[in-house]
């Protein structure tokens, strides 16, 4: 059988990127929003539903397991659509999904609305990221994915905060019809600013999964798993850990996340940066001053100045990784951009669900609220060794293979002499 040749690289669309990749921003806004508010809404979630703060907490690792597994399937379905209209039909899902969640009269029927929110995130986000680096020039493609993901920090800054504090004021519920509205939003600006015809060609199934057993793809796909399993088994339980351990109030936990999602801003665009200039020098630097933070909040959360100066910098250091990780799979699974892109999403929510439960495990099994930092820190451990591993097999096939070719060239050209 012949080799299917390689899927060309597209061309930048014409026009000023701004506007449609600020579409894609809003809403990644809203799915960001939606994602992450619950964490600040689960006590009074809990007690509404009657369940335990842990088996509130299974309503992150729900959604992230939808997005983990329920997403691929999702961008498999849109593959043959053009791409413009698969993002719209995606945000058609997500906003459904909210509507179900706000009006959920039960635990089981809410981890429901949950999954069915989740199944768009991961294919969006895919998506998203390789349309958003289709339409700037070569050089610009990550920070073009930083721009979108702004969004998704911003609701960090925004969304979270204020969905904590109008969930305080007016119930848990009320967080998730307005993000029904701002999905309306976002989906509106994507069919105003997308271009009606975008140069990312539809997925090629066969192609795609054939490109995706690269050493390199995978160790980046692990790399993302095990970032976010060492962010989430931590940040999960914020609210109570605030509560219980640094001692603020609903208001001051408000306040907490409002600088964590500034921290989060502010590392979406160093991440962008960090992976146009030196992408993986970059997320073994990250990854190591992570760790010694990590171990170092299970001592600064008993005060509340150490507490927010370290929730500040984790911020900073947890988002500048997410840019360059998905730069890192795009570009090493060139001919699998659109699923390999979806499946990175998948893997850092897979990460997300598996730091939530290990997280609950912990708490559960008596593992005081203080300590659990100890756990994110040992997580993020492992995440440093497979990206040392990663780069030092880049390091090495960068140096001998070349070296190998020529070899082979050589003798080749030995054995066609007279």
């Excluded at 397991?65 to 993002?87: I, K």
């Excluded at 960090?156 to 904590?164: D, M, R």
């Amino acid at each position: 059988m012949a080799a299917q040749p390689s899927a060309p690289s597209p061309a930048p669309a014409r026009g000023n990127p701004r506007l449609p990749l600020l579409a894609l921003a809003a809403a990644a806004f809203g799915i960001g929003t939606t994602e992450f508010v619950i964490m600040g809404l689960l006590p009074q979630l809990a007690g509404d539903l009657h369940v335990t703060i842990p088996q509130a907490g299974l309503l992150v690792t729900g959604y992230a397991l939808s997005v983990t597994f329920g997403s691929p399937f999702l961008a498999v379905a849109t593959a043959h659509m053009d791409r413009r209209r698969a993002l719209l039909a995606l945000m058609g899902v997500f906003i459904l999904g909210n509507l179900m969640c706000a009006l959920a009269p039960s635990y089981w029927l809410l981890m429901g609305a949950r999954v069915l929110t989740a199944l768009c995130h991961g294919a969006f986000f895919g998506l998203g990221a390789v349309v958003a680096s289709a339409l700037v020039l070569p050089g610009r493609k990550a920070q073009a994915m930083a721009m979108m993901f702004a969004g998704l920090t911003l609701a960090n800054v925004l969304g979270v905060p204020a969905g904590t504090a109008l969930g305080e004021a007016m119930g848990w519920r009320s967080p998730f019809f307005v993000v029904v509205a701002i999905g309306i939003a976002a989906a509106l600006a994507l069919a105003a600013f997308l271009p009606r015809t975008i140069a990312v060609p539809p997925m090629n199934l066969k192609r795609e999964a054939r490109s995706l057993g690269s050493p390199q793809v995978l160790f980046a796909m692990a790399i993302s798993i095990v970032a976010s399993a060492s962010l989430f088994s931590v940040f999960t339980y914020i609210a109570p850990i605030l509560q219980t351990v640094t001692g603020l109030s609903t208001h001051g936990v408000t306040l907490m996340l409002l600088l964590f999602g500034i921290g989060l801003t502010c590392g979406n665009f160093l991440g962008g940066w960090l992976a146009d200039w030196r992408l993986m020098p970059s997320v073994i630097g990250i990854i190591a001053v992570i760790i010694p933070l990590l171990a170092s909040f299970a001592l600064s959360s008993h005060t509340v100045v150490p507490a927010a100066l370290t929730l500040f910098v984790w911020g900073v250091l947890a988002f500048a990784l997410v840019a360059p990780l998905q730069m890192r799979v795009v570009s090493e699974a060139a001919k699998a951009p659109n699923l390999a892109s979806t499946l990175n999403q998948g893997a850092f929510n897979f990460g997300n669900a598996m730091g939530a439960w290990a997280g609950g495990v912990a708490l559960t099994a008596g593992l005081p609220y203080a300590d659990l930092p100890f756990m994110g820190a040992g997580i993020a451990t492992a995440g440093l060794g497979l990206a040392i591993a990663s780069y030092a097999l880049e390091r090495f096939r960068a140096k001998w293979i070349p070296v190998r070719v020529k070899k082979m060239r050589h003798n080749n050209t030995l054995e066609r002499l007279p």
